[in-house]
């Protein structure tokens, strides 16, 4: 892997979007609005499902290279494992929200932490995957309150989110200190932990997450896996996330018909966020092996004296 080459698109990328973020920072202190409305909910709802889900779709890639998965049989199976882990996460919502929201809160902060670039210390990471989820709760309690109330219950939310803000009024100055630490080394990547931070503190939460899970996560996730797939073509890799993102609106669709009972807002916040939790949890377990690994193609390694002989 042509590390420097592939360096410049990311790097591309996250001034872009440290742009958008602090410029959207802005407009959101200017507008003075909010995104909890039925309209805001259904775009940002869409911008998701369009824009952000996608990357996850992509995951047919990492299962060909990883498990070299060639015959209809094998990808059977590995769809199945794939919708049976979705559907566990769904099932815990189910019977235990609460518990649901901290674990999604949890692995989510965790996958977000793989966004910066290689090199970046652990404490920074942490810090920087759990602001989008944490930072909201400093000016914009009350709305965090209302969205997570459709998740787990008003009740529920309402004795969460003292803990939630009192951590954020925490995790803010070690986050800001992280940013001048990093600033010494790469002024970039402090400028996109930064852009974060501003975006996650003043922007509504709805917009913040839409705009840094389609801006950075997926954006920054679609990157590394073009560079991952080798000579996948582009066309290649609309093909491998077509039937993924079919499935994911049907299933959109169904969950959309077992939830009318519910109101607008209601539904739009569950089908969201319980579907992107049931759909990170494969999608980790199967990309965080690759992540760690430091997004070296070639993973799974020959065993034995063949791979002696080739080392050689």
Known sequence: ?????????????????????????????????????????????????????????????????????????????????????????????????????????????????????????????????????VLPALLHSGEVDRLFGFLVGMAPASSLIPWITLLAWIWLPCAVLSVILTAWSDWLAALEIGAVLVLSVVAPPLLAFTLFFCGMH??????????????????????????????????????WEFLKGKSLDERIVQIVFVGLAALTVPHMALVERVRLSGWIKDVAKPSGPESKTNEK
């Open 218 to 255: 997926s954006a920054r996730h679609i990157l590394r896996t073009i560079d991952y797939s080798g000579n996948f073509s582009g066309r290649l890799l609309a093909l491998s996330a077509l039937l993924p993102m079919i499935g994911v609106l049907a299933i959109s669709v169904g969950a």
């Open 1 to 133: 892997m042509n590390t420097a080459k592939f360096m410049k698109p990311l790097r591309i990328q996250g001034l872009a979007f440290s742009v958008l973020a602090i410029t959207s920072a802005i407009f959101a202190v200017v507008w003075g609005g909010s995104f909890s409305n039925q309209t805001g909910l259904i775009l940002l709802a869409t911008l998701i499902l369009l824009l952000g889900v996608p990357h996850g779709a992509l995951d047919t890639i990492f299962a060909y290279k990883l498990y070299d998965l060639r015959k209809p049989t094998d990808w059977i199976l590995f769809t199945l494992i794939y919708l049976l882990l979705a559907a566990l996460v769904v099932a815990v919502w189910w019977w235990t929200p609460m518990f649901f929201l901290i674990l999604f809160l949890l692995i989510s902060a965790a996958h977000f932490s793989g966004d910066p670039e290689k090199g970046t210390p652990l404490l920074t990471r942490i810090l920087y995957g759990g602001s989008i989820l």
